[in-house]
């Protein structure tokens, strides 16, 4: 089953209440998918020159201030982890690889759940009403957001193995539905130098997206050629640092809603999932069409 | 303000906000077997799966908003009207009665129904009329594709355009197709619209109380090739 959830906000107002539209969308879609849950937050870019990760500690210990001192002392600056549960964000006086590849020689018992500028990924096992309530999503204020419930088919739950999943910088990717070409796809992927931390589809679809997008596709493009080389059921919904995509397999028996609203873009797997949102009521809404990219992105300032 | 309020005495409301699912769909229930308020406004839907489900009375029931799966599923006599849009399997296995959505539906409206009317006044989704059984739909807007997959009897209007591999599988459903199609699944064929053909067109427009031209339509049924396995077939399945 899985649910998914998206909100790009429209106004200052929605901006400022992303994190508690966000938790109540996604409550909605708790009994949709109860093995575990994730959002995928874009907000407060990092500084030119810097990057921002977010962090996973399988060690509810974590010393995450010990763990910043250190950047800052191969990086420069003093970053602060901000710290929800078992995940910390940092923003590191770096570019995202650089980082990431300190991380991979010095910490590799740490899982980079996100990098880039603005994206801030959070993800665990549980029910989606705890994990709300585990990781104050509720404070969370940003330009948009994606979110998943997971009800596992093709791999195990472990919070590594939920929604969303990210395999390139400020890029995500929630999916409701399974893929079954993912084997073969994910070891020509890594053949191009993709990296894959699971043995999850999901990721897969993530991983194929980021190599698209390397090799100079547009998100639009890259999406499109989806249709072609994954096989399986799918209704995606892709973050970037701009906006979110949805899109939906050629069969498209699973399902997907889109409302719009002067204030805010929402996608849900279900309606019930947007009735929480303000406006609701009145907001113009369609079901998606199969094999059609629907992108909403924030306009330059 | 007196004229709502005198309205809605003989109209028996209930907010989904302050009652539960279960507790309206067990009082519609019960209405099969002893009498009870003949006209429901319920209020606050919030997209709820199987709102209004397994009515067996002669009632009327509005739902104002958006509902979510198998509304007004396996009706018997009921006349239920959704101002909104509806989820996955509309009107579900309807037996009879009327059931009439303002707005769009999603997948599988009307699967399986036996009997009654369903009317979208929007578009209908993908695989609208599957494995059909004797209901009439009546489309104001377009449906998706696969729709009518193994249709076996009742008619399908459409007055906008239909999706790919319509009437895959077709048995002796009606196809009526106001607009183009994107292509007939295995089986189905264009065939001519006779007299009463456009006769049975214009009174199912008429019940479902759309104003669409029957004159532009297009019939299309079973070209009867696959009712029995047929090995030159093979290459259809």
Same mark, same amino acid.
């Given at each position: 089953?899985?649910?998914?959830?998206?909100?790009?906000?429209?106004?200052?107002?929605?901006?400022?209440?992303?994190?508690?539209?966000?938790?109540?969308?996604?409550?909605?879609?708790?009994?949709?998918?109860?093995?575990?849950?994730?959002?995928?937050?874009?907000?407060?870019?990092?500084?030119?020159?810097?990057?921002?990760?977010?962090?996973?500690?399988?060690?509810?210990?974590?010393?995450?201030?010990?763990?910043?001192?250190?950047?800052?002392?191969?990086?420069?600056?003093?970053?602060?982890?901000?710290?929800?549960?078992?995940?910390?964000?940092?923003?590191?006086?770096?570019?995202?690889?650089?980082?990431?590849?300190?991380?991979?020689?010095?910490?590799?018992?740490?899982?980079?759940?996100?990098?880039?500028?603005?994206?801030?990924?959070?993800?665990?096992?549980?029910?989606?009403?705890?994990?709300?309530?585990?990781?104050?999503?509720?404070?969370?204020?940003?330009?948009?957001?994606?979110?998943?419930?997971?009800?596992?088919?093709?791999?195990?739950?472990?919070?590594?193995?939920?929604?969303?999943?990210?395999?390139?910088?400020?890029?995500?990717?929630?999916?409701?539905?399974?893929?079954?070409?993912?084997?073969?796809?994910?070891?020509?992927?890594?053949?191009?130098?993709?990296?894959?931390?699971?043995?999850?589809?999901?990721?897969?679809?993530?991983?194929?997206?980021?190599?698209?997008?390397?090799?100079?596709?547009?998100?639009?493009?890259?999406?499109?050629?989806?249709?072609?080389?994954?096989?399986?059921?799918?209704?995606?919904?892709?973050?970037?640092?701009?906006?979110?995509?949805?899109?939906?397999?050629?069969?498209?028996?699973?399902?997907?809603?889109?409302?719009?609203?002067?204030?805010?873009?929402?996608?849900?797997?279900?309606?019930?999932?947007?009735?929480?949102?303000?406006?609701?009521?009145?907001?113009?809404?369609?079901?998606?069409?199969?094999?059609?990219?629907?992108?909403?992105?924030?306009?330059?300032? | 303000?007196?004229?709502?309020?005198?309205?809605?005495?003989?109209?028996?409301?209930?907010?989904?906000?302050?009652?539960?699912?279960?507790?309206?769909?067990?009082?519609?229930?019960?209405?099969?077997?002893?009498?009870?308020?003949?006209?429901?406004?319920?209020?606050?839907?919030?997209?709820?799966?199987?709102?209004?489900?397994?009515?067996?009375?002669?009632?009327?029931?509005?739902?104002?908003?958006?509902?979510?799966?198998?509304?007004?599923?396996?009706?018997?006599?009921?006349?239920?009207?959704?101002?909104?849009?509806?989820?996955?399997?509309?009107?579900?296995?309807?037996?009879?009665?009327?059931?009439?959505?303002?707005?769009?539906?999603?997948?599988?409206?009307?699967?399986?129904?036996?009997?009654?009317? &369903? #009317? %979208?006044? =929007? *578009? /209908?989704?993908?695989?609208? +009329?599957? !494995?059909?059984?004797?209901?009439?739909?009546?489309? @104001? $807007?377009?449906?998706?594709?696969?729709?009518?997959?193994?249709?076996?009897?009742?008619? &399908? #209007? %459409?007055? =906008? *355009? /239909?999706?790919?591999?319509? +009437?895959? !599988?077709?048995?002796?459903?009606?196809?009526?197709? @106001? $607009?183009?199609?994107?292509?007939?699944?295995?089986?189905?064929?264009?065939?001519?619209?006779?007299?009463?053909?456009?006769?049975?067109?214009?009174?199912?427009?008429?019940?479902?109380?759309?104003?669409?031209?029957?004159? @532009?339509?297009?019939?299309?049924?079973?070209?009867?090739?696959?009712?029995?396995?047929?090995?030159?077939?093979?290459?259809?399945?």
């Amino acid at each position: 089953m899985c649910g998914i959830v998206g909100l790009f906000a429209k106004s200052p107002e929605v901006e400022e209440r992303l994190g508690v539209h966000l938790a109540a969308m996604l409550g909605q879609m708790n009994d949709r998918g109860p093995d575990s849950a994730g959002v995928a937050v874009y907000r407060d870019p990092a500084p030119s020159g810097a990057s921002k990760l977010t962090l996973f500690s399988p060690d509810p210990h974590e010393d995450w201030a010990a763990l910043a001192a250190e950047l800052g002392e191969s990086f420069g600056g003093t970053p602060e982890p901000g710290v929800r549960s078992s995940h910390a964000v940092l923003v590191v006086e770096t570019d995202a690889a650089e980082a990431e590849a300190w991380l991979r020689a010095n910490r590799p018992d740490l899982r980079v759940m996100s990098a880039g500028s603005v994206i801030e990924i959070y993800k665990e096992t549980g029910l989606p009403r705890d994990f709300v309530e585990q990781f104050s999503l509720t404070d969370l204020q940003g330009t948009h957001a994606l979110g998943h419930t997971r009800m596992a088919t093709e791999s195990r739950v472990t919070t590594e193995g939920s929604h969303p999943f990210s395999t390139g910088f400020d890029l995500c990717l929630v999916h409701n539905g399974s893929l079954s070409n993912h084997n073969r796809l994910r070891r020509n992927l890594r053949r191009e130098g993709i990296e894959f931390q699971t043995e999850n589809d999901t990721e897969v679809a993530a991983g194929y997206l980021a190599w698209r997008m390397r090799e100079g596709a547009t998100l639009e493009q890259a999406l499109e050629g989806c249709l072609e080389d994954l096989d399986g059921f799918y209704t995606f919904a892709v973050g970037t640092a701009d906006g979110f995509a949805v899109l939906r397999d050629p069969i498209a028996c699973k399902p997907a809603v889109l409302a719009e609203t002067d204030e805010w873009v929402a996608m849900g797997s279900e309606w019930r999932a947007i009735s929480v949102l303000p406006g609701a009521a009145d907001a113009t809404m369609w079901e998606p069409q199969p094999e059609i990219v629907y992108v909403w992105e924030k306009t330059p300032v | 303000m007196a004229v709502a309020a005198r309205e809605q005495a003989a109209v028996e409301l209930v907010d989904l906000e302050q009652t539960s699912l279960r507790d309206l769909n067990q009082r519609l229930h019960d209405l099969a077997r002893a009498p009870g308020p003949s006209a429901w406004r319920i209020v606050n839907p919030s997209g709820a799966h199987a709102l209004a489900c397994g009515i067996d009375a002669e009632v009327e029931v509005e739902i104002d908003g958006h509902v979510g799966y198998y509304c007004a599923g396996m009706n018997k006599r009921a006349t239920v009207r959704v101002h909104g849009n509806a989820g996955t399997g509309l009107a579900e296995n309807m037996m009879s009665g009327l059931v009439v959505v303002d707005g769009n539906a999603s997948q599988s409206a009307g699967a399986t129904g036996r009997g009654g009317l &369903l #009317v %979208v006044g =929007g *578009d /209908a989704a993908a695989r609208c +009329g599957i !494995s059909m059984k004797g209901i009439d739909i009546v489309v @104001g $807007g377009s449906v998706g594709h696969m729709s009518a997959f193994m249709a076996q009897t009742g008619c &399908l #209007v %459409v007055c =906008g *355009d /239909a999706g790919e591999a319509l +009437g895959d !599988s077709i048995y002796e459903a009606r196809l009526y197709i @106001g $607009g183009s199609v994107a292509s007939l699944g295995a089986d189905c064929v264009e065939k001519e619209l006779r007299d009463e053909h456009a006769a049975q067109l214009s009174a199912l427009l008429d019940a479902a109380g759309i104003d669409a031209d029957p004159s @532009g339509f297009r019939r299309y049924g079973s070209a009867r090739q696959l009712y029995n396995f047929r090995i030159d077939n093979a290459g259809a399945y």
